[in-house]
């Protein structure tokens, strides 16, 4: 594998040093369900795609059990300009009528989620790609969103096909994870009468990790984390923080589902939520096996 074959690159004592420093967390974590959203730049670098695929399957060969649930915001606006449709977004949320949801499940079921799982076998793993309809393993519902008007009066907005979660039967990730597959859930949702719900790819990160009682959720992004409004980082966060932050704006656009998704997993049992910086190589190793910090924890 090329990390451990990298290791002979350096010198004895450095090498011998670094792998001596990781392993206490790497005998904290083994055996344990990491979960990892793919997004930000980590999707559209080659350098970082390929980085993050050899991470992914370096956590799995020292024993840790790494799922990855992906977005493709980029991948999707580029498709739907191509084919003449304008995207639309509702803080945060991609408005999603019949054709956008088609090029959605094209894109990520079809492109970005095969991609990445080309990436992982070139880095020495086996990875299975499914969405949340295989064995409908994600259920959901249409998403009711309302905004303040301008008299701070919830109005109902309509956003198509955005599902919201109901519930999620983690028995195929935990299947392909026992069969020492690395699974790859690309955020489409079952509906009750069959139909395919567009899914915010930090909110599946987000409730998989749950349903998995995942040890950590780490987040990529394409910011160093979550920053205050003077642009320093905020390497901690907690609830009543989030809404000051929320309250005055410093939170806003597709952070919103990011922070929100974070935080709901960190209350229901997952014992640490990492939003990371997607640009910096190998960044989740740092957080995972040195313990230094890349970004901002989400406590609950």
Known sequence: MEHLSRLSELSPDFAADAVVRAMPLIR?????????????????????????????????????????????????????????????????????????????????????????????????????????????????????????????????????????????DARPVHALLDAGYIPVVSPIGLGDAGESYNINADVVAAA????????????????????????ALLTELTPARIEALCADGTISGGMIPKIAGALDAAKRGVKAVHILDGRVPHGMLRELLFGQPCGTMIRS
């Open 28 to 168: 904290q974590y083994q055996g344990k369900t990491i979960v990892l959203k793919y997004g930000g730049n980590a999707m559209t670098e080659p350098a970082l795609q390929q980085a993050f695929a050899q991470d992914v399957v370096l956590l799995q060969t020292l024993g840790m059990r790494p799922v990855v649930v992906h977005g493709g915001g980029p991948q999707i606006e580029s498709a739907l300009k191509r084919m003449g449709l304008q995207g639309r977004f509702i803080q945060g949320m991609r408005v999603t009528d019949a054709a956008t949801m088609g090029v959605v499940q094209w894109v990520l079921a079809g492109e970005v989620q095969q991609e990445l799982v080309g990436l992982i076998h070139q880095a020495g793993g086996k990875a299975v790609g499914l969405t949340g309809r295989d064995g409908a393993m994600i259920r959901a519902g249409k998403l009711q969103m309302f905004v303040k008007d301008q008299n701070d009066a919830d109005q109902p907005v309509d956003l198509g096909l955005v599902g919201d979660i109901t519930a999620v």
């Open 208 to 231: 998989v990790s749950v349903a998995l009682q995942a040890e950590k959720l780490l987040m990529l992004t394409n910011i160093a984390g979550v920053l205050d409004q003077s642009g």
